[in-house]
T-cell receptor, first 115, second 113 residues
């Protein structure tokens, strides 16, 4: 148990569906992240939120829409996805985005399959 | 270009044996380097973290080394166990305004009985 909880753990959706991934952290951290992990590729940073404000958007397509209502919750809204978007989506948190010694605490991931 | 390269891509060893995983990076200016362990279908979990001034760090049977001059790190696993079967990811952080990190692609380790 890392203190970061992701739901759902598995999701299968069609290209016309709309779904959301949820992440909640119980660590009192101020920064939250979404990463995409595809097979045999490094983790790709998608979005960073620090104190609820988006600080990074790594040129992510608009079919991925993040939402951070407070420092403990992070959502990733999905719509009109493509099959190549199938991957493991990992949420992480850290004490502070500014501190480069901050350790990342990851959730278990949401395995997404787009048909 | 900031990059982190890991080798080998995958490795198979027998239970009880030792192994060493490699990480080379070209990240600058360097802040710290971490090794994460990721079990299949789970999120990565931090094993060790080293800053510029540290050249070795241990966590149980895991020992990480860092050579900041050659920009190389290694993760040595002693007396491997079946539960060590996982992906091991090298992550380098650098100074650039905020939390900047580069992830390696990982080494997939299989420990067989």
């Amino acid at each position: 148990e890392t203190g970061v909880t992701q739901t759902p753990r598995h999701l299968v959706m069609g290209m016309t569906n709309k779904k959301s991934l949820k992440c909640e952290q119980h660590l009192g951290h101020n920064a939250m992240y979404w990463y995409k992990q595809s097979a045999k590729k490094p983790l790709e940073l998608m979005f960073v939120y620090n104190f609820k404000e988006q600080t990074e958007n790594n040129s992510v397509p608009s079919r991925f829409s993040p939402e951070c209502p407070n420092s403990s919750h992070l959502f990733l809204h999905l719509h009109t996805l493509q099959p190549e978007d199938s991957a493991l989506y990992l949420c992480a948190s850290s004490q502070d985005w500014q501190r480069n010694t901050g350790e990342l605490f990851f959730g278990e991931g949401s395995r997404l399959t787009v048909l | 270009k900031n990059q982190v390269e890991q080798s080998p891509q995958s490795l198979i060893i027998l239970e009880g044996k030792n192994c060493t995983l490699q990480c080379n990076y070209t990240v600058s200016p360097f802040s710290n380097l971490r090794w994460y362990k990721q079990d299949t279908g789970r999120g990565p979990v931090s094993l060790t973290i080293m800053t510029f001034s540290e050249n070795t760090k241990s966590n149980g049977r895991y020992t990480a080394t860092l050579d900041a001059d050659t920009k190389q790190s290694s993760l040595h696993i002693t007396a491997s166990q079946l539960s060590d079967s996982a992906s091991y990811i090298c992550v380098v952080s650098f100074l650039g305004g905020g939390f900047k990190t580069i992830f390696g692609a990982g080494t997939r380790l299989f420990v067989k009985a």
